[in-house]
């Protein structure tokens, strides 16, 4: 563990926790700032710094082989908090825009600061005309200028405010805190360059032609995605589709001899890949990268043969079958006779001559008193699986978890499968007992990736409710 | 109420036939319901794995009704207040019955009808559909329609009965001989075509 400058701070305490059972191990850097630990057991443990937890990286243990890692981390609780206020939305935050390109140097109005935004490449070379955005998200105002011939963007803003800056598609470039005085000026060179493509977007489909040898720059994540076939062979000349989350727009590149892929992607955002033959495989998550952030992933293309030889699937009746008909009851049945009881409402009609009569008989069901209820033992098994990621799935799932955990009783009874390509126990079966807010912690932890494959969770999840199975319920 | 809660778009790398002969073993003490994620869910699978009776297999596209699924919907479903339900059925004379949608196993002696339902969950509203030929047409008695069922809380078995009378509809509907409810019509259509499919 060291500090900004690289320095190792010691005898400063790491924890690790496991992020199904909660369990945890705590020890002390030495005068390395270095600490070990020994994992025997569980699969995914967290990192907690001085109580921060370290966001960036989760440990992960393989049943089946023993293996050493080394991770350098850096503690910078300060920068971890102001990070977090940051986000990369932008169209959502309805901002007011105010124009300052044509602000000169000199007198700042009371009550403001000025300052001077310099920007560079990584070359040193002063950057003109880059346009540069200032955020203040309390106040929902964007202060816009653009760099001029000294590579100088000029801004006056009010004091005692935040400010995110963005320096073209670099979001979050850098950030500005509250604790500037008023009246003074003061000077920011930040380094921005753009990577030697050409990007052309032809109705919302982006191509790139990147000229190699790479130099990372700081404005964007490179990323290579390496697809495989099941034999293990090199997968070229196929096309990659990688899907803007929440967006039109796709990335399109085809693997080259190597079966290789090179995106160059903007932060803030998470893409599905999609092969020709097989859709939403996984995600790539660039929500919170910044800087020097970069990415690779090997894939097994695993071509779905029904998108490949659609004439070998012609569809039988059963897949043709439409939803049940009860989906399409959507008034609902006249307040109830008989209060506390199911009820019946009866209704006939004739669907085309008088010779035929259909019956409806809509039974509904009483409402029970809140608190009424017989205690529950349930398993949850969830998906998530990186075709989960798109169309806010994974988020609604867990708000709407959230909100059915703050409904349960105490006595209740669940636990919690995840599953991707493999299974992880969430949420060992329990009482709920007072662990809401842990559950919940939990759930707001889980981040989709991985392929599809249900069966161990649904397994270990009828194992465990049989385990503790109520008879009278 | 013991149950597990399948949340997937069900595309897996398994087989249905693999996923439902792993839980086969189960059927008989817990339940399971099966929530269809996405648009385009696997709604052959999730059906499979709902458990017929017990079970049920619910829709949630994405966003809010995912959401709102949870939170509203989810307790109810964990927990039915009903079992054993069943629906019994006087036909009166002029009428001759057909086909039922919505229920599980048909039993008619003499003039008496009687089918098993699915089990009821707090706020849930089942639809179940009949059909009949008119005989002469002419049906002038009432209808008799009752529930008889083992409620879940109290432990003691109950009954509820209502009656139409179609000599009224069957007057009030002469003159349009299309008369009928619009989500009713929406509802039969749907099921006699699953029904031709099968």
Same mark, same amino acid.
């Given at each position: 563990?060291?500090?900004?400058?690289?320095?190792?701070?010691?005898?400063?305490?790491?924890?690790?926790?496991?992020?199904?059972?909660?369990? +945890?191990?705590?020890?002390?850097?030495?005068?390395?700032?270095?600490?070990?630990?020994?994992?025997?057991?569980?699969?995914?443990?967290?990192?907690?710094?001085?109580?921060?937890?370290?966001?960036?990286?989760?440990?992960?243990?393989?049943?089946?082989?023993?293996?050493?890692?080394?991770?350098?981390?850096?503690?910078?609780?300060?920068?971890?908090?102001?990070?977090?206020?940051?986000?990369?939305?932008?169209?959502?935050?309805?901002?007011?825009?105010?124009?300052?390109?044509?602000?000169?140097?000199?007198?700042?109005?009371?009550?403001?600061?000025?300052?001077?935004?310099?920007? *560079?490449?990584?070359?040193?070379?002063?950057?003109?005309?880059?346009?540069?955005?200032?955020?203040?998200?309390?106040?929902?105002?964007?202060?816009?200028?653009?760099?001029?011939?000294?590579?100088?963007?000029?801004?006056?803003?009010? *004091?005692?405010?935040?400010?995110?800056?963005?320096?073209?598609?670099?979001?979050?470039?850098?950030?500005?805190?509250?604790?500037?005085?008023?009246?003074?000026?003061?000077?920011?060179?930040?380094?921005?360059?753009?990577?030697?493509?050409?990007?052309?977007?032809?109705?919302?489909?982006?191509?790139?032609?990147?000229?190699?040898?790479?130099?990372?720059?700081?404005?964007?994540?490179?990323?290579?995605?390496?697809?495989?076939?099941?034999?293990?062979?090199?997968?070229?000349?196929? =096309?990659?589709?990688?899907?803007?989350?929440?967006?039109?727009?796709?990335?399109?590149?085809?693997?080259?001899?190597?079966?290789?892929?090179?995106?160059?992607?903007?932060?803030?955002?998470?893409?599905?890949?999609?092969?020709?033959?097989?859709?939403?495989?996984?995600?790539?998550?660039?929500?919170?990268?910044?800087?020097?952030?970069?990415?690779?992933?090997?894939?097994?293309?695993?071509?779905? =043969?029904?998108?490949?030889?659609?004439?070998?699937?012609?569809? *039988?009746?059963?897949?043709?079958?439409?939803?049940?008909?009860?989906?399409?009851?959507?008034?609902?049945?006249? =307040?109830?006779?008989?209060?506390?009881?199911?009820?019946?409402?009866?209704?006939?009609?004739?669907?085309?001559?008088?010779?035929?009569?259909?019956?409806?008989?809509?039974?509904?069901?009483?409402?029970?008193?809140?608190?009424?209820?017989?205690?529950?033992?349930?398993?949850?098994?969830?998906?998530?699986?990186?075709?989960?990621?798109?169309?806010?799935?994974?988020?609604?799932?867990?708000?709407?978890?959230?909100?059915?955990?703050? +409904?349960?009783?105490?006595?209740?009874?669940?636990?919690?499968?995840?599953?991707?390509?493999?299974? +992880?126990?969430?949420?060992?079966?329990?009482?709920?007992?007072?662990?809401?807010?842990?559950?919940?912690?939990?759930?707001?932890?889980?981040?989709?990736?991985?392929?599809?494959?249900?069966?161990?969770?649904? +397994?270990?999840?009828?194992?465990?409710?049989?385990?503790?199975?109520?008879?009278?319920? | 109420?013991? /149950?597990?809660?399948?949340?997937?778009?069900?595309?897996?790398?398994?087989?249905?036939?693999?996923?439902?002969?792993?839980?086969?073993?189960?059927?008989?003490?817990?339940?399971?319901?099966?929530?269809?994620?996405?648009?385009?869910?696997?709604?052959?699978?999730?059906?499979?794995?709902?458990?017929?009776?017990?079970?049920?297999?619910?829709?949630?596209?994405?966003?809010?009704?995912?959401?709102?699924?949870?939170?509203?919907?989810?307790?109810?479903?964990?927990?039915?207040?009903?079992? $054993?339900?069943?629906?019994?059925? /006087?036909?009166?004379?002029?009428?001759?019955?057909?086909?039922?949608?919505?229920?599980?196993?048909?039993?008619?002696?003499? $003039?008496?009808?009687?089918?098993?339902?699915?089990?009821?969950?707090?706020?849930?509203?089942?639809?179940?559909?009949?059909?009949?030929?008119?005989?002469?047409?002419?049906?002038?008695?009432?209808?008799?329609?009752?529930?008889?069922?083992?409620?879940?809380? /109290?432990?003691?078995?109950?009954?509820?009965?209502?009656?139409?009378?179609?000599?009224?509809?069957?007057?009030?509907?002469?003159?349009?001989?299309?008369?009928? $409810?619009?989500?009713?019509?929406?509802?039969?259509?749907?099921?006699?075509? $699953?029904?031709?499919?099968?």
């Amino acid at each position: 563990v060291g500090d900004v400058n690289i320095k190792p701070i010691a005898n400063i305490e790491v924890t690790l926790q496991e992020q199904s059972t909660q369990q +945890q191990m705590k020890a002390r850097t030495n005068s390395n700032g270095k600490v070990d630990f020994i994992i025997t057991k569980g699969k995914n443990w967290a990192i907690f710094i001085d109580g921060y937890k370290y966001e960036q990286e989760v440990i992960e243990r393989d049943d089946e082989a023993s293996s050493t890692l080394s991770l350098y981390l850096t503690h910078n609780p300060a920068l971890n908090e102001r990070m977090k206020k940051q986000t990369f939305a932008r169209a959502d935050l309805k901002l007011k825009i105010i124009d300052q390109s044509d602000l000169s140097a000199g007198e700042t109005k009371p009550g403001h600061f000025e300052i001077e935004i310099k920007v *560079t490449n990584s070359a040193g070379r002063l950057q003109t005309e880059k346009e540069v955005h200032v955020l203040c998200l309390d106040n929902k105002t964007m202060y816009v200028s653009f760099t001029n011939d000294k590579g100088v963007a000029i801004f006056q803003l009010p *004091t005692r405010q935040f400010y995110d800056i963005d320096v073209e598609e670099q979001l979050n470039a850098s950030f500005i805190n509250n604790d500037l005085p008023n009246g003074y000026t003061f000077y920011k060179t930040l380094v921005y360059d753009t990577y030697d493509m050409d990007e052309q977007d032809l109705q919302d489909t982006i191509t790139q032609k990147i000229r190699l040898p790479l130099i990372k720059k700081n404005s964007r994540a490179p990323y290579d995605l390496i697809m495989k076939r099941s034999d293990g062979s090199k997968c070229s000349n196929e =096309p990659v589709y990688l899907n803007e989350v929440n967006s039109k727009k796709v990335y399109m590149a085809i693997t080259d001899s190597n079966g290789k892929a090179l995106f160059i992607l903007p932060f803030g955002k998470k893409y599905l890949v999609n092969f020709n033959f097989q859709k939403d495989v996984d995600v790539l998550n660039l929500t919170n990268a910044r800087g020097s952030a970069a990415g690779s992933l090997t894939i097994t293309y695993q071509p779905n =043969p029904a998108l490949e030889f659609p004439e070998k699937f012609i569809p *039988t009746p059963a897949t043709l079958l439409l939803t049940d008909f009860s989906y399409y009851h959507t008034t609902p049945y006249p =307040p109830r006779q008989n209060p506390g009881l199911p009820d019946i409402f009866l209704r006939t009609g004739s669907p085309t001559n008088k010779k035929e009569i259909v019956l409806e008989t809509g039974i509904s069901a009483l409402h029970l008193p809140s608190g009424k209820r017989l205690p529950l033992n349930v398993s949850f098994v969830l998906d998530k699986s990186g075709s989960m990621a798109g169309y806010d799935r994974i988020e609604s799932l867990k708000e709407g978890f959230e909100k059915l955990i703050n +409904q349960l009783l105490p006595d209740d009874r669940i636990s919690i499968f995840l599953f991707d390509d493999d299974m +992880q126990l969430l949420f060992p079966s329990s009482k709920i007992g007072d662990r809401k807010k842990a559950i919940i912690e939990l759930i707001r932890s889980i981040e989709p990736n991985g392929g599809t494959s249900m069966l161990k969770a649904m +397994q270990a999840a009828y194992a465990e409710v049989k385990n503790t199975i109520c008879p009278r319920l | 109420m013991n /149950t597990v809660i399948l949340l997937t778009d069900g595309y897996d790398e398994r087989s249905a036939d693999e996923l439902v002969a792993a839980q086969k073993p189960f059927n008989a003490t817990i339940a399971c319901t099966a929530i269809g994620v996405g648009k385009d869910y696997n709604y052959d699978l999730m059906k499979q794995l709902a458990s017929k009776g017990s079970g049920l297999l619910l829709f949630a596209a994405e966003g809010k009704e995912l959401v709102d699924l949870f939170a509203k919907n989810m307790l109810n479903l964990a927990s039915p207040i009903a079992k $054993n339900v069943q629906i019994s059925i /006087t036909i009166p004379k002029g009428l001759q019955f057909t086909k039922a949608y919505g229920v599980n196993t048909i039993d008619i002696i003499g $003039n008496k009808f009687t089918a098993m339902l699915p089990d009821l969950y707090q706020d849930m509203e089942l639809p179940v559909l009949i059909h009949f030929l008119l005989i002469n047409n002419k049906a002038d008695q009432p209808l008799l329609v009752s529930i008889n069922y083992l409620n879940q809380i /109290t432990g003691k078995s109950e009954t509820v009965t209502e009656h139409i009378q179609l000599s009224d509809q069957n007057n009030g509907s002469s003159n349009n001989p299309i008369s009928m $409810n619009a989500e009713l019509k929406k509802m039969y259509v749907v099921a006699f075509v $699953n029904d031709q499919l099968l």
